[in-house]
């Protein structure tokens, strides 16, 4: 093993001109995956369809990705993973080497051989296997080393799955078809249930003839081998290639011919390697070896996905359980959009504008198949997870920034049968016409926050009809998108549910946190005090309801200070975590929440806040994030953040400035632009902005747009240890 990772380095310096300059060094997979991170250690590339990592449980909650640093064992290697959920699935074709008489559920490995690098995972078990692994698009590559004189044995599990629990997996393979075409070769198809329903199908190729096979026995509503591979008494590296496809075993071999020709592992780990520094060298920063660290591996954590799920030939099953051919050659699932929504697809279309387009087209087919763009894909499956339908905003944010890689009129389609035809979840617009808001008697979960989030989708609609020319549409969804003050409380000054009659929700108790899966419940993962703000479409509204932008100032502090904790919480609030008081940035609805204090004239709480969360809630250690990185956007939180705004409301087309972490960013922008971010004076004490200026010109307010930065140019912060809001004569 150690021969290995001399060679890594040795390429890893021949790639590049020098070893300083790689930037992928500063990227750490093992971030998160300690706690409830939900992240794992494994290899792949950019957007790719198949991630092979070492699994270490797979059949609780704590093993969303299959995961955790904490164990001192592994069950072994699958080649799919879902990055800092908080759902179970995937796991696929888990393949275990060992060299006993038979394979054993836990097998210790050595820690500290654990290293993990974008694009390649290695690690050596206490019996002296060491095992690496890289990836393709497509297709997962291991090179499996036994200890010299020891048996070379090897499992395929193919019953293996993310499941949420031990019963599970006997039952969550629904049909599997496995083929031995000859003693190289594994193949098959299998239809699997847990978070979705998937038809997939894979080839398993290895690089030398196995001497025998022995599939074991199978347990009760099992469907799937388990099969024990005996290969030839050798020195040598036993190569194992798993390719997946959502459509036949042809895609997935011609994956394997197309992307990984030979058994040349080094290659194939150089080609990944090259794939992250391209995206990831897009930004140059300063700052300690700490920050950048976090800067890289949030950056790694947010191009995990989504994921190309398209053959080799462009087709895929979607929605419907067709093969269809993708429109532009590629289909992309795995949209978090409850999450990413954010902050993750407003960093894409600044960075990547290139993928933007296959992402929102993706969504519009998702739409065709399924009658509605997705809510939660996960390979092109639909899993009703989360309330609203967030591609809206999503799918809004890129005709407003004027992506024009897809039909807008069809998007325009989309979006409005989106938030007028009801179907599963949140989108009962029926209810939500009649009465103004969801009335809890009716629906009986999440009201509140599905009132909430189903505004913020509304408002986006209403922003993309009126630029469309669509007049009477703008109006309605304008309209709609006013619900939530149907259910703001003058009494409390917080969201508060109603019954269809109007009358409150009686007792109140305004710190119980909900979740819907497990308790029920008014709000999602959250309560009152979190989803108040959930406004980010007016913030100046709320501060009229609360009574001014003293009174707005007083609150928002009290969401901070307090502390308490509801005897009412039941079920399981694992999520609601990363407090400061009752905000929680370890859950989504409360990103945007710490920049409101720019809208009250307050802008060095805003800024005192930034500095907090930063450094208590990322750090560059596997327990380092508070919460699930979801998908990219606990990540891309980061990265707004540290360099000194946040897009508060993405359809806005506006990012409100907060207070820079590291002294200087240079992004790399299409078209050979470039956006630079200076913080001259920043240190530990010195965390206020004392002025900033955009190209040379003191920024007038509290905003920057989109176009300022995509047209390049330098802004620059002085940063001072003295709060003040230097918007007014006294502060300045």
């Given at each position: 093993m150690k021969n290995c990772?001399?060679?890594?380095?040795?390429?890893?310096?021949?790639?590049?001109?020098?070893?300083?300059?790689?930037?992928?060094?500063?990227?750490?997979?093992?971030?998160?995956?300690?706690?409830?991170?939900?992240?794992?250690?494994?290899?792949?590339?950019?957007?790719?369809?198949?991630?092979?990592?070492?699994?270490?449980?797979?059949?609780?909650?704590?093993?969303?990705?299959?995961?955790?640093?904490?164990?001192?064992?592994?069950?072994?290697?699958?080649?799919?993973?879902?990055?800092?959920?908080?759902?179970?699935?995937?796991?696929?074709?888990?393949?275990?080497?060992?060299?006993?008489?038979?394979?054993?559920?836990?097998?210790?490995?050595?820690?500290?051989?654990?290293?993990?690098?974008?694009?390649?995972?290695?690690?050596?078990?206490?019996?002296?296997?060491?095992?690496?692994?890289?990836?393709?698009?497509?297709?997962?590559?291991?090179?499996?080393?036994?200890?010299?004189?020891?048996?070379?044995?090897?499992?395929?599990?193919?019953?293996?799955?993310?499941?949420?629990?031990?019963?599970?997996?006997?039952?969550?393979?629904?049909?599997?078809?496995?083929?031995?075409?000859?003693?190289?070769?594994?193949?098959?198809?299998?239809?699997?249930?847990?978070?979705?329903?998937?038809?997939?199908?894979?080839?398993?190729?290895?690089?030398?003839?196995?001497?025998?096979?022995?599939?074991?026995?199978?347990?009760?509503?099992?469907?799937?081998?388990?099969?024990?591979?005996?290969?030839?008494?050798?020195?040598?590296?036993?190569?194992?290639?798993?390719?997946?496809?959502?459509?036949?075993?042809?895609?997935?071999?011609?994956?394997?011919?197309?992307?990984?020709?030979?058994?040349?592992?080094?290659?194939?780990?150089?080609?990944?390697?090259?794939?992250?520094?391209?995206?990831?060298?897009?930004?140059?920063?300063?700052?300690?070896?700490?920050?950048?660290k976090n800067i890289y591996t949030s950056l790694y954590h947010l191009y995990i996905q989504p994921n190309e799920i398209t053959d080799i030939d462009g087709r895929y099953r979607n929605a419907a359980g067709e093969v269809v051919p993708s429109e532009n050659g590629k289909f992309f699932s795995t949209f978090s959009l409850w999450d990413t929504y954010r902050a993750a697809n407003p960093f894409y279309t600044i960075l990547n504008p290139d993928m933007v387009d296959g992402f929102v087209q993706s969504m519009i087919e998702q739409c065709d198949a399924q009658g509605f763009l997705p809510i939660w894909s996960l390979w092109g499956q639909e899993t009703y997870c989360m309330i609203g339908n967030h591609a809206v905003p999503t799918v809004v944010e890129a005709y407003l920034k004027g992506f024009r890689g897809f039909d807008s009129g069809r998007a325009w389609e989309a979006v409005k049968k989106s938030l007028t035809s009801n179907h599963i979840r949140s989108s009962q617009f029926d209810i939500l016409d009649k009465y103004g808001y969801y009335p809890f008697d009716i629906v009986e979960r999440e009201s509140v926050s599905r009132t909430m989030e189903m505004c913020y989708d509304d408002y986006c609609a209403a922003r993309m009809a009126e630029a469309l020319g669509h007049n009477e549409d703008a109006e309605f969804f304008r309209v709609r998108s006013c619900n939530w003050m149907n259910l703001f409380d003058p009494e409390t000054k917080l969201v508060r549910a109603k019954d269809s009659e109007g009358n409150w929700r009686t007792p109140f108790d305004r710190f119980a946190l909900s979740h819907a899966a497990t308790h029920g419940g008014d709000y999602t993962e959250g309560n009152a005090w979190q989803y108040t703000w959930h406004v980010q479409q007016d913030p100046e509204k709320l501060i009229e309801l609360l009574g001014g932008e003293d009174a707005f100032e007083t609150k928002l502090d009290s969401l901070f200070f307090l502390d308490a904790v509801s005897e009412n919480n039941t079920g399981f609030t694992g999520d609601v975590t990363g407090l400061i008081g009752q905000y929680a940035h370890g859950n989504e609805p409360s990103h945007h929440v710490a920049y409101l204090y720019q809208f009250a004239g307050k802008p060095w709480k805003t800024e005192a806040l930034i500095r907090e969360i930063c450094d208590r809630f990322y750090r560059p250690l596997p327990d380092g994030l508070c919460g699930n990185d979801d998908c990219g956007q606990m990540s891309a939180w980061y990265l707004f953040s540290a360099m000194g705004f946040y897009p508060v409301d993405p359809a806005s087309l506006e990012y409100v400035i907060g207070a820079p972490q590291l002294p200087y960013v240079r992004l790399r922008l299409s078209d050979g632009k470039e956006f630079k971010m200076i913080a001259s004076g920043l240190s530990d004490s010195a965390k206020y902005v004392a002025s900033v200026k955009l190209n040379g010109r003191p920024l007038e307010g509290f905003k920057i747009r989109h176009e300022d930065i995509m047209a390049g140019g330098t802004l620059e912060f002085e940063m001072t240890d003295v709060p003040g809001c230097r918007y007014c004569d006294t502060c300045r």
């Open positions: 990772l001399i060679i890594l380095m040795a390429i890893v310096c021949t790639v590049l001109p020098s070893c300083n300059e790689d930037v992928c060094r500063f990227a750490d997979p093992l971030v998160g995956t300690a706690d409830n991170g939900h992240t794992f250690p494994g290899a792949c590339v950019p957007f790719g369809m198949v991630q092979p990592s070492p699994d270490s449980g797979n059949d609780e909650w704590k093993y969303c990705s299959g995961f955790n640093i904490a164990d001192s064992t592994l069950i072994g290697f699958s080649q799919t993973h879902l990055n800092g959920t908080g759902c179970s699935d995937m796991g696929d074709v888990l393949i275990l080497p060992f060299c006993t008489e038979s394979p054993e559920r836990d097998n210790p490995y050595v820690k500290e051989s654990l290293k993990a690098f974008p694009g390649y995972c290695s690690v050596s078990f206490c019996n002296g296997i060491d095992v690496e692994m890289t990836a393709t698009q497509r297709v997962a590559q291991y090179s499996i080393h036994y200890a010299d004189t020891a048996p070379r044995r090897l499992l395929v599990d193919l019953q293996n799955g993310m499941v949420n629990g031990p019963a599970n997996l006997h039952f969550h393979v629904y049909e599997a078809d496995i083929e031995y075409p000859d003693e190289y070769t594994v193949q098959g198809r299998l239809v699997t249930r847990n978070w979705v329903r998937r038809e997939w199908y894979f080839v398993l190729k290895f690089s030398e003839p196995y001497l025998s096979k022995t599939i074991l026995d199978k347990e009760p509503r099992e469907k799937a081998d388990r099969t024990v591979f005996d290969f030839a008494e050798s020195n040598d590296c036993l190569g194992v290639k798993i390719a997946l496809s959502t459509v036949g075993t042809d895609g997935a071999l011609a994956a394997i011919k197309a992307e990984t020709d030979g058994w040349d592992f080094e290659k194939i780990r150089r080609e990944a390697h090259s794939k992250w520094h391209a995206l990831l060298s897009k930004v140059e920063v300063k700052g300690s070896a700490e920050q950048k």
